[in-house]
């Protein structure tokens, strides 16, 4: 079963909108965090957020934003005033604490901003 | 600071020859050490991760291998390269803790002729 969802593969988004990505997560650890990545089409992967399954607050860091649903088990990123070098894949990853540390990723969201 | 350092950035190579793909960390001791393969528009796969020097944990059966001979030194080989090893290859590092971002190199683009 898959353990990181996303299921949505494109999205266009007009120029300062605000867009949401969507993540869903499967996991027993009680003990997890929940991490985005942007990739754009020159290839490196950017960290741009974290929640923690403890964290009592959404996470943000500037124009990104997490809306963590514990209960539904799904951590939406939001990125608000979408820009058009917000233009990449966007990739959701999960770690749980007995997983040996390793990140388990979905299939990512390829984000295109039209001006 | 820590940084990553991966190369080279493109590779063009025949099939069946060899392949050696490096990466260095610094300004950290005894990180995480990961490669990932990425196919054009998907997701990662990981294929090699080591948790110390000498220490490798294989993912994926295939044709390429991994060492970590330095503490900060990752380094993905292949003795005979097929079509199938294209792709974009990724290093990352760690630490152990589960709140911690990977943080990635630059990539290896890996074209297969």
């Known amino acids: 079963a898959q353990k990181i969802t996303q299921t949505q593969p494109g999205m266009f988004v007009q120029e300062k909108e605000a867009v949401t990505l969507d993540c869903t997560y499967d996991t027993s650890d009680p003990s997890y965090g929940l991490f985005w990545y942007k990739q754009p089409s020159s290839g490196e992967m950017i960290f741009l957020i974290y929640?923690?399954?403890?964290d009592q607050q959404n996470a943000t860091e500037g124009r990104y934003s997490l809306n963590f649903q514990k209960a539904r088990k799904s951590a939406n990123l939001v990125i608000s005033a979408s820009q058009l070098g917000d233009s990449a894949m966007y990739f959701c990853?999960?770690?749980?604490?007995?997983?040996?540390?390793?990140?388990?990723w979905g299939a990512g969201t390829k984000l295109i901003i039209k001006p | 600071s820590q940084t990553i350092h991966q190369w080279p950035a493109t590779l063009v190579q025949p099939v069946g020859s060899p392949l050696s793909l490096e990466c260095t960390v610094e300004g950290t001791s005894n990180p995480n050490l990961y490669w990932y393969r990425q196919a054009a528009g998907r997701g990662l796969q990981l294929l090699f991760y080591s948790v110390g020097i000498g220490q490798i944990s294989s993912e994926v059966p295939q044709n390429l291998s991994a060492s970590r001979p330095q503490d900060r030194q990752f380094i993905l080989s292949s003795k005979k390269l097929l079509l199938s090893d294209s792709g974009f290859y990724l290093c990352?590092?760690?630490?152990?803790?589960?709140?911690?971002?990977?943080?990635f190199g630059d990539g290896t683009r890996l074209s297969i002729l």
């Open positions: 990853a999960m770690r749980e604490v007995n997983s040996n540390y390793q990140l388990i």
């Open positions: 990352a590092w760690d630490s152990q803790y589960t709140n911690q971002p990977q943080h």
């Open positions: 929640q923690g399954s403890y």
